[in-house]
């Protein structure tokens, strides 16, 4: 065999032993692994199972756990927490007591003062938040390089002649304008700033525009050179002289003659018509971080140095009475806090004979005040004044919770005091604690008004009334044991009051009805009036010469709106505020407004009818001089400068071009105008893009229903006059505020009512387990607000920021005595002794917790704020609306339901 082949055959032979070997191996690989697969998987199986065990096992036990749990929580009975609460307080009164002490003071000492940090006197926080209104005020207030502001203070001066004829002094005597004056530069030094160093905006009056007046000349020449270079060569510019300063009384007396008397009349006015004017007003727009004692502290100090003789000022305005209303109320509220006390007390010792009681009842109503007013300053919201009476409010109310106990405690036979006290809550807390959620309820519903201060005081008054449940339930019975308080026996009511009920049921229900249906269609004449003056104490200086000031002006609550244009720019002034035919329209929309009665308007353009182009300008002369001009038909420069008034000049000048210029003379003129003003004048009206302007309406300090009138007559004006502008806002200031506010107060009263009834209602269901019994216990209180109407109409009262809230406070505050009457015949069981026994047991005590209410918080009335007293005199007249109702009326009811078994 030829070796080759040998050798093939030799190699072939080695590649498939080669091969029978590899393959063997993995073969024996492959079933390795199969079988530590195979182990790996059984291993992780088993695993599995006993995880899956252990979670079997833990589900149990978890299962077991939360059975356990669900089981004792099921168990637990809210009687049980109750008792054993109760028998803490009877066990250990001293130290509930303490604790109670303790807490109060805690929370009273972090809180208290920061509700004082936190009062504000804006009237925008009665608005809704991101309304329209807010928004044109940001918009105003915001307006950078600007002198605007819808702060507004108002000096009322007058001269003698307001007092006396035979005094002949006149308001525009230079010895009275430089005074003005003397004020006016004391308030804003620098003139330039927008307000940013002297917090003042603006200053207006006829002292400030005869002196803008004077002054104009050289800011005029600089402003001809500025658009003239030529001007200077042409003409003899020396004679344009004069300063921001009050000339002579002939330079006075022409610039009074240059302004128009529909503007005059803005200024200055004659409150006697004996022709010399005794009367204006210097207008200060101001940032809000100035305040009004500041100001008055500036005007007192520049008349108490003598530098005022001539005329008498004094200071007013819608932001100094706001603000004098939020210091009064502090003033005023810690006079009537111990007043009120004072009167609780006495009542307190007419009834009882003892002065232990005036312990057992004021302690806890302490304690609750201060926790209330201390959880208000935790939250740090800004708190109008009206809040505070949260505190005189609660007084009668935590009193009455406070004498259901201690009379319950008083008419039970048992020796040992703490059993008697025992049993004493075990019939009265069920019904104090329905009456105390029933009351936060409908408390609670003013915190669904679209005002903000109607939510702060639902906010405060729940909380109060959650609290003073509290402090009554754990305090009073723990300062009765440690008192060891008795009282003496009291005479119930004649067998008549416990008859009468029954043996009238049908007649009561049926006047019942018949008086609410004709309260009702007294609805229609009931009106919303939120009176300025009504806020605040009639004794109040401000309030007082605001009134002596809009009897003898006529003004006093500025208002504005404003229009929006088009920037102006270089190579156009269309829709601007240097526009004519802008500017033509708002002299239109000005002349409509002074038709309506007691509305002064003020613009720019009034601005530009005063201010005149001095009588040393040919401007004929210096528009020839300029290389290629020719004139044309129309120009009238020859007219232009001989004492002219802009507005005058503007409408005299056509739209040619002028040769070099590149603008039209009317835009010359328009230029020269705007630069003519003084930063502080020119900023009042326009911004600095000459795109948006304010027109002011000077309106009186009227009730509300008259200025809704005029302001709605406004706005029917700016709605109706389409101007070639972008947009024009209604009106807006303080008066147009009170007006927004007052729309509202039918909607929010309307709203919290409705809320108050059907939440009491629902609790009332859940509480009694019954739909029936809720509608009889409320029935009442419908009855109630029901003749809320009629009430208004008999006490000649308007709705007004606190009446509107009277619905629902006297359903919180009324209920009580409608849930006491229920609870009591439930328990004897319902039949008509068990409606006697009640009405016999039980009238006495609402007799005296009424009084109680009505004696306390009469304390109020020293404040003699009108809106406060009208808000107490409801109160108190309604509450006993609901007494009477809760006595007689649901006893009628219960006793045809109980006869038509």
Same mark, same amino acid.
């Given at each position: 065999?030829?070796?080759?082949?040998?050798?093939?055959?030799?190699?072939?032979?080695?590649?498939?032993?080669?091969?029978?070997?590899?393959?063997?191996?993995?073969?024996?690989?492959?079933?390795?692994?199969?079988?530590?697969?195979?182990?790996?998987?059984?291993?992780?199986?088993?695993? %599995?199972?006993?995880?899956?065990?252990?979670?079997?096992?833990?589900?149990?036990?978890?299962?077991?756990?939360?059975?356990?749990?669900?089981?004792?929580?099921?168990?637990?009975?809210?009687?049980?927490?109750?008792?054993?609460?109760?028998?803490?307080?009877?066990?250990?009164?001293?130290?509930?007591?303490?604790?109670?002490?303790?807490?109060?003071?805690?929370?009273?000492?972090?809180?208290?003062?920061?509700?004082?940090?936190?009062?504000?006197?804006?009237?925008?926080?009665?608005?809704?938040?991101?309304?329209?209104?807010?928004?044109?005020?940001?918009?105003?207030?915001?307006?950078?390089?600007?002198?605007?502001?819808?702060?507004?203070?108002?000096?009322?001066?007058?001269?003698?002649?307001?007092?006396?004829?035979?005094?002949?002094?006149?308001? =525009?005597?230079?010895?009275?304008?430089?005074?003005?004056?003397?004020?006016?530069?004391?308030?804003?030094?620098?003139? =330039?700033?927008?307000?940013?160093?002297?917090?003042?905006?603006?200053?207006?009056?006829?002292?400030?525009?005869?002196?803008?007046?004077?002054?104009?000349?050289?800011?005029?020449?600089?402003?001809?050179?500025?658009?003239?270079?030529?001007?200077?060569?042409?003409?003899?510019? =020396?004679?344009?002289?004069?300063?921001?300063?009050?000339?002579?009384?002939?330079?006075?007396?022409?610039?009074?003659?240059?302004?128009?008397?529909?503007?005059?009349?803005?200024?200055?006015?004659?409150?006697?018509?004996?022709?010399?004017?005794?009367?204006?007003?210097?207008?200060?727009?101001?940032?809000?971080?100035?305040?009004?004692?500041?100001?008055?502290? =500036?005007?007192?100090?520049?008349?108490?140095?003598?530098?005022?003789?001539?005329?008498?000022?004094?200071?007013?305005?819608?932001?100094?009475?706001?603000?004098?209303?939020?210091?009064?109320?502090?003033?005023?509220?810690?006079?009537?806090?111990?007043?009120?006390?004072?009167?609780?007390?006495?009542?307190?010792? %007419?009834?009882?004979?003892?002065?232990?009681?005036?312990?057992?009842?004021?302690?806890?109503?302490?304690?609750?005040?201060?926790?209330?007013?201390?959880?208000?300053?935790?939250?740090?919201?800004?708190?109008?004044?009206?809040?505070?009476?949260?505190?005189?409010?609660?007084?009668?109310?935590?009193?009455?919770?406070?004498?259901?106990?201690?009379?319950?405690?008083?008419?039970?036979?048992?020796?040992?005091?703490?059993?008697?006290?025992?049993?004493?809550?075990?019939?009265?807390?069920?019904?104090?604690?329905?009456?105390?959620?029933?009351? %936060?309820?409908?408390?609670?519903?003013?915190?669904?008004?679209?005002?903000?201060?109607?939510?702060?005081?639902?906010?405060?008054?729940?909380?109060?009334?959650?609290?003073?449940?509290?402090?009554?339930?754990?305090?009073?019975?723990?300062?009765?044991?440690?008192?060891?308080?008795?009282?003496?026996?009291?005479?119930?009511?004649?067998?008549?009051?416990?008859?009468?009920?029954?043996?009238?049921?049908?007649?009561?229900?049926?006047? %019942?009805?018949?008086?609410?249906?004709?309260?009702?269609?007294?609805?229609?004449?009931?009106?919303?009036?939120?009176?300025?003056?009504?806020?605040?104490?009639?004794?109040?200086?401000?309030?007082?010469?605001?009134?002596?000031?809009?009897?003898?002006?006529?003004?006093?609550?500025?208002?504005?709106?404003?229009?929006?244009?088009?920037?102006?720019?270089?190579?156009?002034?269309?829709?601007?505020?240097?526009?004519?035919?802008?500017?033509?329209?708002?002299?239109?929309?000005?002349?409509?407004?002074?038709?309506?009665?007691?509305?002064?308007?003020?613009?720019?353009?009034?601005?530009?009818?005063?201010?005149?182009?001095?009588?040393?300008?040919?401007?004929?002369?210096?528009?020839?001089?300029?290389?290629?001009?020719?004139?044309?038909?129309?120009?009238?420069?020859?007219?232009?400068?001989?004492?002219?008034?802009?507005?005058?000049?503007?409408?005299?000048?056509?739209?040619?071009?002028?040769?070099?210029?590149?603008?039209?003379?009317?835009?010359?003129?328009?230029?020269?105008?705007?630069?003519?003003?003084?930063?502080?004048?020119?900023?009042?009206?326009?911004?600095?893009?000459?795109?948006?302007?304010?027109?002011?309406?000077?309106?009186?300090?009227?009730?509300?229903?008259?200025?809704?009138?005029?302001?709605?007559?406004?706005?029917?004006?700016?709605?109706?006059?389409?101007?070639?502008?972008?947009?024009?806002?209604?009106?807006?200031?303080?008066?147009?505020?009170?007006?927004?506010?007052?729309?509202?107060?039918?909607?929010?009263?309307?709203?919290?009512?409705?809320?108050?009834?059907?939440?009491?209602?629902?609790?009332?269901?859940?509480?009694?387990?019954?739909?029936?019994?809720?509608?009889?216990?409320?029935?009442?209180?419908?009855?109630?607000?029901?003749?809320?109407?009629?009430?208004?109409?008999?006490?000649?009262?308007?709705?007004?920021?606190?009446?509107?809230?009277?619905?629902?406070?006297?359903?919180?505050?009324?209920?009580?005595?409608?849930?006491?009457?229920?609870?009591?015949?439930?328990?004897?069981?319902?039949?008509?002794?068990?409606?006697?026994?009640?009405?016999?047991?039980?009238?006495?005590?609402?007799?005296?917790?009424?009084?109680?209410?009505?004696?306390?918080?009469?304390?109020?009335?020293?404040?003699?704020?009108?809106?406060?007293?009208?808000?107490?005199?409801?109160?108190?007249?309604?509450?006993?609306?609901?007494?009477?109702?809760?006595?007689?009326?649901?006893?009628?009811?219960?006793?045809?339901?109980?006869?038509?078994?």
């Amino acid at each position: 065999m030829h070796p080759f082949i040998k050798k093939l055959r030799e190699g072939i032979r080695l590649f498939d032993r080669f091969i029978d070997r590899e393959v063997s191996d993995i073969v024996v690989y492959g079933r390795v692994a199969r079988q530590r697969s195979e182990s790996i998987a059984e291993r992780a199986k088993g695993k %599995a199972l006993r995880a899956l065990h252990m979670g079997r096992v833990a589900r149990r036990k978890a299962d077991i756990v939360g059975d356990t749990v669900v089981k004792k929580i099921s168990q637990v009975d809210v009687a049980d927490i109750y008792r054993w609460t109760t028998h803490v307080i009877v066990r250990h009164p001293k130290k509930i007591l303490l604790l109670f002490i303790v807490l109060s003071s805690l929370i009273t000492f972090m809180g208290l003062p920061q509700v004082f940090n936190n009062l504000t006197a804006d009237m925008e926080i009665y608005l809704p938040q991101k309304g329209e209104t807010e928004q044109i005020v940001n918009e105003i207030r915001n307006e950078p390089n600007a002198s605007w502001s819808v702060d507004i203070i108002i000096l009322y001066v007058y001269t003698g002649n307001a007092l006396d004829k035979m005094n002949i002094t006149n308001i =525009t005597d230079v010895s009275v304008l430089r005074e003005m004056s003397y004020i006016e530069d004391s308030l804003n030094p620098n003139r =330039t700033d927008y307000g940013s160093q002297d917090n003042v905006k603006f200053v207006i009056s006829i002292s400030t525009i005869i002196r803008e007046v004077n002054s104009t000349p050289p800011r005029f020449k600089k402003a001809l050179l500025d658009e003239f270079p030529n001007s200077a060569a042409v003409l003899n510019l =020396t004679k344009m002289e004069g300063n921001y300063s009050i000339p002579d009384q002939k330079r006075v007396d022409d610039i009074i003659g240059y302004i128009p008397e529909d503007t005059l009349r803005s200024f200055v006015a004659d409150s006697n018509n004996d022709s010399i004017y005794d009367t204006a007003g210097i207008i200060i727009g101001f940032n809000k971080n100035l305040s009004v004692e500041e100001i008055k502290a =500036t005007v007192d100090e520049a008349i108490h140095s003598g530098n005022i003789t001539h005329c008498f000022i004094k200071v007013t305005g819608p932001v100094a009475i706001t603000e004098s209303l939020t210091a009064r109320t502090y003033k005023e509220v810690s006079i009537i806090l111990p007043l009120a006390v004072i009167l609780v007390c006495l009542v307190l010792f %007419a009834f009882h004979r003892s002065f232990k009681i005036i312990i057992i009842e004021i302690i806890p109503i302490v304690l609750t005040i201060g926790i209330t007013l201390g959880i208000l300053g935790f939250t740090s919201w800004a708190i109008t004044p009206q809040v505070l009476f949260v505190a005189p409010v609660l007084i009668p109310l935590g009193v009455a919770y406070g004498l259901y106990i201690a009379n319950k405690y008083t008419e039970i036979d048992e020796k040992d005091r703490r059993k008697r006290m025992l049993m004493a809550l075990d019939k009265t807390h069920k019904p104090i604690f329905l009456s105390a959620a029933t009351t %936060a309820i409908g408390f609670a519903s003013l915190m669904t008004a679209n005002m903000h201060p109607m939510r702060i005081l639902g906010f405060g008054l729940s909380v109060g009334i959650i609290i003073a449940y509290l402090v009554t339930i754990f305090c009073v019975p723990a300062l009765i044991l440690l008192l060891k308080y008795e009282k003496a026996p009291v005479i119930k009511p004649t067998k008549f009051v416990r008859n009468f009920p029954i043996a009238n049921r049908k007649k009561i229900v049926a006047i %019942a009805i018949a008086f609410s249906l004709f309260s009702v269609y007294t609805l229609q004449f009931l009106k919303a009036n939120m009176n300025l003056y009504d806020l605040a104490p009639q004794d109040d200086e401000s309030i007082l010469t605001m009134k002596e000031y809009t009897k003898r002006f006529g003004g006093g609550q500025l208002s504005m709106f404003l229009i929006r244009g088009q920037p102006a720019t270089a190579t156009s002034y269309d829709f601007s505020m240097k526009d004519v035919d802008v500017l033509d329209g708002i002299d239109v929309l000005e002349s409509r407004i002074r038709d309506i009665q007691c509305a002064k308007p003020l613009s720019i353009v009034d601005v530009m009818k005063i201010v005149r182009v001095p009588e040393e300008l040919n401007l004929s002369q210096i528009v020839g001089s300029l290389p290629g001009f020719i004139p044309t038909p129309g120009l009238n420069l020859s007219e232009i400068g001989k004492n002219t008034s802009f507005w005058d000049a503007v409408h005299m000048m056509g739209d040619q071009q002028l040769p070099y210029i590149h603008k039209s003379a009317r835009q010359v003129a328009m230029d020269i105008f705007y630069n003519t003003l003084s930063p502080e004048m020119r900023g009042m009206f326009v911004n600095e893009e000459y795109s948006k302007t304010l027109i002011y309406v000077d309106l009186p300090a009227a009730d509300t229903r008259t200025i809704k009138r005029i302001v709605n007559d406004i706005n029917g004006i700016v709605d109706n006059l389409h101007l070639s502008l972008t947009s024009t806002s209604h009106l807006t200031g303080f008066a147009p505020v009170l007006v927004e506010i007052n729309d509202m107060l039918f909607e929010n009263a309307f709203n919290t009512l409705a809320i108050a009834l059907v939440l009491v209602f629902i609790i009332l269901s859940v509480f009694f387990r019954s739909i029936k019994i809720a509608a009889i216990t409320i029935s009442p209180i419908i009855f109630v607000v029901g003749l809320e109407p009629l009430t208004f109409r008999m006490l000649n009262m308007d709705l007004n920021l606190l009446t509107a809230l009277i619905g629902s406070i006297i359903v919180g505050i009324g209920i009580d005595f409608s849930i006491h009457v229920t609870k009591h015949i439930l328990d004897e069981g319902i039949g008509l002794e068990s409606i006697r026994r009640t009405v016999e047991s039980i009238g006495f005590s609402f007799f005296e917790a009424t009084l109680t209410v009505i004696v306390g918080i009469t304390a109020v009335f020293v404040a003699n704020i009108p809106s406060i007293n009208q808000f107490v005199i409801m109160i108190m007249v309604l509450l006993t609306y609901s007494m009477i109702a809760a006595l007689i009326l649901l006893p009628a009811i219960y006793a045809i339901v109980v006869l038509k078994r």
